[in-house]
């Protein structure tokens, strides 16, 4: 079955770091363009953070020099490091495969809550 | 980098009514339009592909149209279970921004 699962949320206080895993299963993570998209509390959907099949990475303006998205091709595995968090951080991050058709492939999301 | 926006931000329909939602897109984005539904407490789920390809096992009343900046979200005929957000996205180059959203609900 094709699926993402991510791990790694929970409670962090402002300035923190936190570090997100997404496993695949049923595809290969370095053969898609991976991204990882926030929804804060309420709000609409955010992307965040993409690295494509060749390793090329791009980040929104709101997390740049502060997120860092890799991989580990051995585990099948996408990764978001996150530090310096800020309140506004908090939001549900999913992990998404995207495809010449879109973001077709959704974790279940997990949540990250910034706060002291 | 591209602004997305979405009209309306929300609306009210009875079962049966067809309803239609807006993408615009800044700048021209060709066909590369996403939408996705979003169930309250759900994932997000992606409906239709390249402005107007529906996803396999998308029900045929939803139906997309557009190209270039101006895009259309169709539900021909709005039923209960279609109560979510629905989200346009441009995803022919990063950043791969969304629309902010349109929520609908049954009058």
């Known amino acids: 079955e094709v699926q993402l699962v991510e791990s790694g949320g929970g409670l962090v206080q402002p300035g923190g770091s936190l570090r997100l895993s997404c496993a695949a299963s049923?595809?290969?993570?370095?053969?898609?363009?991976m991204s990882w998209v926030r929804q804060a509390p309420g709000k609409g959907l955010e992307w965040v953070s993409v690295?494509?099949?060749?390793?090329?990475?791009y980040y929104a303006d709101s997390v740049k020099g502060q997120f860092t998205i890799s991989r580990d091709n051995s585990k099948n595995t996408l990764y978001l490091q996150m530090n310096s968090l800020r309140a506004e951080d908090t939001a549900v991050y999913y992990c998404?495969?995207?495809?010449?058709?879109?973001?077709?492939?959704w974790g279940q999301g997990t949540m990250v809550t910034v706060s002291s | 980098d591209i602004q997305m926006t979405q009209s309306p931000s929300s609306l009210s329909a009875s079962v049966g009514d067809r309803v239609t939602i807006t993408c615009r897109a800044s700048?021209?984005?060709?066909?590369?339009l996403a939408w996705y539904q979003q169930k309250p407490g759900k994932v997000p789920k992606l409906l239709i592909y390249a402005a107007s390809t529906l996803q396999s096992g998308v029900p045929s009343r939803f139906s997309g149209s557009g190209s270039g900046t101006d895009f259309t979200l169709t539900i021909s005929s709005l039923q209960p279970e279609d109560v979510a957000t629905y989200y346009c996205q441009k995803y022919n180059s990063a950043p791969f921004t969304f629309g902010p959203g349109t929520k609908v609900d049954i009058k």
């Open positions: 998404a495969r995207g495809r010449p058709s879109g973001f077709d492939i």
């Open positions: 049923g595809f290969i993570v370095s053969s898609n363009y």
């Open positions: 700048q021209g984005i060709t066909n590369y």
């Open positions: 690295i494509y099949s060749g390793g090329s990475t």
